[in-house]
């Protein structure tokens, strides 16, 4: 990695080039292809707008959360979990995993450095990405410059807030759920849990727990399927059968086999979509809800399922079915998108939306964490990334290509 000074226009601006590839990210992804890169003698350069790895895990979780598959679905390529943790890790023990992978694999984000665009110059065949300090009161800007660029930012890189009548009429708190800590606040409190997934059923059960009154609102149609089977986890359960079976079987007997758990769903206003939970999560993303207890507290009482909201009041809810709630405090389990939009300057991998179509593009651009297949789709990115970056890298050293581009940049 090589400094430049800048001049005229870039006179605020200093110049680093990168031999190798610029990662954008230190969450899971960006460690795991650190990781790949680092066996394959590749050299690269993490960026992470925030002061930690794992800043999403760190900062916006909830103290309760848990991985939701068994710990071998989830761990990173060439470092298993130390035997010693639970089925499902809890969110201390996954960071605590995360911060001895960066350091067991000597990986050294570049910390507190947010990244304004990225942008491949068809002139000089090279990227350049621009970030700013997110440290101090004085902004100062770095341009990397190199030949590869790796996003690595995630599906949850930003909080999504709907537009919901009324909402800003609400004279109570309201939270999106990445800044949703426990629930112990809300002791005796009406709160009204917006959003019905993993995240939305377990604050639910959260808050049940603390002695609060919470309220889910189930708008659409989802799958609620236990978290085990048995005594087995239901996606190893999955996993097994789908060697054997096709997909449309599998989700079959997923849904017999939760039917003799939960019985009807509809009945306590969970109603199932019309695609099984596999192929709903295969065709649109859609992941399906593993239960740790939230619905036994829905089919008890002790949290109220209900539908779609028509709009907010100054201290209540109307619903659609026409119903009104009083409610003290409102969290919002809405989700996340990714922010790769508004920085990345290209139109073929990455769709409007952020998301991209595949994990390798044009010019050297690559995506890793996207699958929406969760950490086990992280290692599986990871993996092919490391492989291909390693031979186009071993190709040019064998060729040294590497050092022609310099000419290019010490312009600046």
């Given at each position: 990695m090589f400094s430049f000074s800048g001049e005229n226009d870039f006179s605020s601006?200093?110049?680093?080039?990168?031999?190798?590839?610029?990662?954008?990210?230190?969450?899971?992804?960006?460690?795991a292809v650190s990781a790949c890169l680092r066996e394959q003698g590749v050299p690269f350069v993490v960026i992470e707008r925030s002061?930690?790895?794992?800043?999403?895990?760190?900062?916006?979780?909830?103290?309760?959360?848990?991985?939701?598959?068994?710990?071998?679905?989830?761990?990173?390529?060439?470092l298993p979990f130390p035997e010693e943790y639970p089925e499902y890790p809890t969110k201390k023990q996954f960071i605590t995993y995360l911060e001895n992978y960066a350091q067991k694999l000597d990986i050294k984000p570049q910390f507190n450095e947010c990244v304004q665009s990225a942008k491949y110059d068809e002139a000089c065949h090279l990227w350049r990405v621009v970030t700013v300090s997110t440290t101090g009161y004085t902004r100062s800007e770095t341009e990397y410059i190199c030949q590869m660029l790796v996003i690595a930012t995630g599906e949850n890189a930003e909080g999504v807030?709907?537009?919901?009548?009324?909402?800003?009429?609400?004279?109570?708190?309201?939270?999106?759920?990445?800044?949703?800590k426990s629930g112990e606040k809300y002791n005796g409190k009406k709160v009204l849990v917006v959003g019905c997934g993993n995240s939305g059923m377990e604050i639910s059960l959260d808050l049940s727990n603390h002695n609060a009154k919470p309220s889910i609102v189930i708008r659409s149609s989802?799958?609620?399927?236990?978290?085990?089977?048995?005594?087995?986890?239901?996606?190893?359960?999955?996993?097994?059968?789908?060697?054997?079976?096709p997909l449309w079987l599998v989700d079959k007997l997923l849904l017999i086999l939760a039917w003799f758990i939960f019985g009807n769903t509809q009945n306590?206003?969970?109603?199932?979509?019309?695609?099984?939970?596999?192929?709903?999560?295969?065709?649109?993303?859609k992941t399906p809800v593993l239960d740790i207890g939230a619905f036994e507290k829905i089919r008890s009482g002790d949290i109220t399922a209900v539908p779609g909201i028509k709009r907010f009041n100054c201290n209540s809810v109307e619903l659609v079915n026409g119903e009104t709630l009083e409610i003290d405090s409102v969290v919002l389990a809405t989700g996340y998108r990714s922010n790769v939009a508004y920085w990345l300057q290209e139109n073929e991998l990455f769709s409007k939306n952020g998301f991209p179509n595949g994990w390798k593009g044009k010019h050297g651009l690559y995506a890793s964490g996207f699958t929406r297949r969760g950490l086990a789709g992280v290692s599986a990115d990871a993996?092919?990334?490391?492989?291909?970056?390693?031979?186009?890298?071993?190709?040019?050293?064998k060729n040294q290509k590497l050092p022609t581009h310099r000419r290019c940049i010490s312009t600046f």
């Open positions: 601006r200093r110049c680093v080039w990168v031999n190798g590839p610029v990662i954008v990210g230190a969450g899971p992804s960006g460690l002061d930690c790895i794992a800043s999403l895990w760190q900062k916006r979780t909830y103290n309760r959360l848990k991985l939701h598959l068994p710990k071998k679905f989830c761990q990173l390529p060439k807030v709907p537009e919901i009548d009324g909402l800003q009429e609400f004279s109570g708190e309201v939270i999106h759920v990445k800044d949703y989802v799958h609620v399927l236990p978290r085990e089977i048995m005594g087995k986890s239901t996606f190893d359960l999955a996993m097994m059968l789908m060697k054997w079976l306590y206003g969970i109603k199932r979509p019309s695609l099984g939970p596999l192929q709903l999560k295969n065709h649109h993303g993996i092919k990334i490391g492989q291909d970056i390693g031979e186009v890298w071993k190709e040019d050293l």
